[in-house]
């Protein structure tokens, strides 16, 4: 009999706990990127610029983060300063191991059960990143290199990709008003397995260049999930979402404003260094994700949020002006002239 009552006990005050788990997880996850969209603007009162990726040239895939550009600007100073003399990729001595690979838990998503493991590539590195940064609503090429439309998509969000001839933006290039544009939100980082297949593992569909070429959107939405099971995907890439902080490349630091929240992602080659794709805002809370805006404030945006026909066929976003991904769209974008409400 007290069995019993110790089990009805427990089934009653389960959900309750994990649902105060939960909340809490997403308060600390919020304040987090809150923390981060503060040294955004702290970054901009001191040099001018709002934070970039940097490349080191005009073609190449590979950049620094603004996640480590950022590093003083929240409370990383010291750890920025070795990173910056003592850049390593895979780390071989106990020096290195610190600078590379213990977690910033200001990177971190708590609710993410992988944020704080090992990443696939170096079985050492705790060097996760649950925040990213926002490239607006364009997925051709988002480092910014030679791609289909032609021109430097990877300019409609705030993130621009510095090279010795490309600069950064400024707060004054914000014309849609700072409250009302996305400046980060979230992802959840890979699993640790080599091949992950859940979206919530971190998988990314390998579309390959012809199909994201083609009809990237409906590619990604008809081909990219797996028969029957809309919580796998058809062909996992090896472009893993988080897996290093102070790496640049949008597939690991870097969302577009596309599909809603939580969808797939999709990227143009299986590869880690993928310069182009659909790679979409997600989290373990319910129903949406964080994002945090160029004013320092912080919203839950639900998954329900209005893109638009998605999944319309082709791929005609123009360089400048409203987006075609509705009111998603348009908070990803810093300079289209639309005037949006959050939801």
Not at 59 to 64: L, M
Not at 72 to 85: D, F, G, I, T, V
Not at 93 to 106: K, R
Request: glycine letters at 8%; hydrophobic letters at 35%; aromatic letters at 8%.
């Amino acid at each position: 009999m007290v069995i019993a009552i110790i089990g009805v006990l427990i089934a009653i005050f389960l959900p309750a706990v994990q649902a105060a788990r939960a909340s809490a997880q997403r308060t600390q996850c919020s304040n987090n990127q809150k923390q981060f969209a503060l040294a955004i603007q702290n970054f901009h009162d001191t040099n001018g610029v709002l934070p970039y990726c940097e490349a080191p040239n005009a073609t190449a895939v590979d950049s620094t983060s603004p996640q480590a550009i950022l590093m003083p600007y929240y409370e990383q100073a010291a750890r920025y300063e070795a990173w910056k003399n003592h850049f390593v990729v895979v780390a071989t001595t106990p020096a290195e191991h610190d600078i590379m690979c213990t977690p910033i838990s200001a990177l971190l998503c708590p609710s993410d059960p992988a944020c704080r493991q090992p990443n696939i590539y170096n079985p050492e590195s705790g060097a996760r990143n649950n925040i990213m940064y926002c490239m607006g609503d364009h997925i051709y090429d988002n480092s910014g290199a030679a791609n289909p439309q032609g021109g430097n998509n990877f300019r409609r969000g705030i993130t621009a990709r510095v090279t010795a001839t490309i600069g950064g933006f400024s707060m004054n290039s914000v014309t849609d008003g700072l409250s009302n544009t996305i400046a980060i939100s979230e992802a959840f980082s890979t699993s640790g397995s080599t091949t992950p297949t859940a979206i919530k593992s971190g998988a990314i569909h390998n579309a390959n260049t012809g199909n994201l070429t083609v009809d990237p959107i409906l590619h990604c939405l008809t081909n990219g999930y797996k028969a029957g099971d809309r919580s796998q995907v058809a062909s996992a890439a090896r472009n893993y979402r988080g897996s290093f902080w102070y790496d640049g490349r949008p597939c690991q630091s870097g969302f577009n404003t596309v599909l809603p929240p939580n969808s797939i992602s999709c990227s143009r080659t299986d590869s880690a260094n993928s310069s182009w794709g659909v790679f979409t805002a997600s989290s373990f809370h319910s129903g949406g994700v964080n994002a945090g805006f160029c004013d320092g404030s912080v919203h839950f945006i639900a998954n329900s949020i209005n893109c638009n026909d998605s999944a319309a066929p082709g791929y005609a976003q123009p360089l400048s002006g409203a987006s075609m991904f509705g009111v998603w769209g348009n908070l990803g974008v810093k300079n289209d002239d639309v005037a949006v409400t959050i939801p």
